[in-house]
């Protein structure tokens, strides 16, 4: 674990990417894959696949859990994006994927009397190798982390979007056993109300809550 000093995190939207009326926002789940002593991936009880935790993190006033996301700014791409609100939200910093998890378009109920043409994201989230975790983090009094279970991930994911892009990332693990295990147990989750609604699916991504 590093003991990086504290950068201090991005604030305001002077620098915020629009796509006509979209604020366009990058993130990641991070994860790791847990290894022996001889740095081996260790597999579940049944041999395969890989055991494997992602990296979750709290908000205020909420016990359920949502992964690293924000804006993307102009001075950087879109995975430079990805990476710093990893670091920022959740302290750690990593090797991304450059295969998106997929892309969702969702909307504030919260803007739904606002006039701002402004007020609908469009998200593309990534995976993210975990290999640096920090001691210090400059949104850590806000944003507390937790390494979970896949299966513990289904159950603390607040929006739908979050466990769909888990699920593409556990697929592309090869990581299929926890899907399944943990879809019974999340079925009943679905119907929560978010502080988001959906809206269309983009033409490469699934609609999503947010």
């Not at 796509?19 to 022996?36: I, M, Q, S, W």
């Not at 504030?108 to 640096?132: L, W």
Request: proline share 4%; net charge negative; hydrophobic share 40%.
């Amino acid at each position: 674990m590093s003991s990086d000093a504290v950068a201090a995190a991005r604030k305001g939207r002077l620098k915020q990417r629009y796509d006509n009326e979209f604020r366009l926002v990058a993130g990641c789940v991070p994860y790791r894959v847990k290894k022996d002593d001889e740095g081996n991936p260790c597999s579940s009880l049944g041999g395969d696949p890989a055991e494997v935790e992602v990296l979750m993190i709290s908000t205020p006033n909420r016990a359920d859990m949502v992964f690293p996301k924000g804006g993307w700014e102009d001075d950087e791409d879109v995975y430079e994006a990805a990476s710093r609100e990893a670091m920022e939200e959740a302290g750690v910093k990593g090797v991304i994927n450059r295969a998106a998890l997929g892309h969702w378009v969702f909307k504030s109920k919260s803007s739904q009397n606002s006039t701002s043409p402004r007020v609908s994201c469009k998200g593309c989230i990534f995976a993210m190798e975990v290999t640096e975790e920090l001691e210090s983090w400059p949104e850590q009094e806000t944003h507390s982390r937790r390494w979970v279970s896949p299966a513990e991930a289904y159950q603390l994911c607040r929006y739908d979007w979050m466990r769909e892009a888990l699920t593409a990332l556990l697929e592309r693990l090869s990581v299929i056993e926890p899907v399944a295990a943990a879809a019974a147990a999340t079925q009943e989750l679905t119907d929560q109300t978010g502080i988001y609604m959906m809206l269309q699916a983009s033409s490469d991504g699934a609609v999503a809550l947010c």
